[in-house]
């Protein structure tokens, strides 16, 4: 198994940036898949999730401006980062989560199974 994101980088506040995740999973689409940050200093948090329905949650912290997709067809995850600002700078990791059909997806960041490298995210003027 293996996760692979892409597309962070440095950002003006209010700006946009887009994050994508490559799943190298058998089954990709019995995932929940989720977006998670951490910022120096700080525990890592999650950001959105998204189960095999296409059922997404958000932190509070982002709704409104983040927006989930998952690609079964490519086994890719995305994250629409919209109206970004400086406490959005984190590296923000890709994760993934066996669950049964019907099910939502965990909150618990050790039920994630298996983790991406991260990709560094930085919104400053």
């Known amino acids: 198994v293996q996760l692979v994101e892409s597309g962070g980088g440095l950002v003006q506040p209010g700006g946009p940036l887009r994050l994508s995740c490559a799943a190298s999973?058998?089954?990709?689409?019995?995932?929940?898949m989720g977006w998670f940050r951490q910022a120096p200093g700080k525990e890592r948090e999650g950001v959105a999730t998204i189960d095999r329905d296409g059922r997404a949650t958000y932190a509070d912290s982002v709704k409104g401006r983040f927006t989930i997709s998952r690609d079964n067809a490519q086994n890719t995850l995305s994250l629409q980062m919209d109206s970004l600002k400086p406490e959005d700078t984190a590296m923000y990791y890709c994760?993934?989560?066996?669950?049964?059909?019907?099910?939502?997806?965990?909150?618990?960041?050790?039920?994630?199974?298996?983790w991406g490298q991260g990709t560094q995210v930085t919104v400053s003027s």
């Open positions: 999973i058998r089954d990709y689409s019995r995932y929940c």
């Open positions: 994760a993934a989560a066996y669950i049964r059909p019907g099910a939502q997806c965990p909150a618990r960041r050790d039920a994630y199974a298996f």
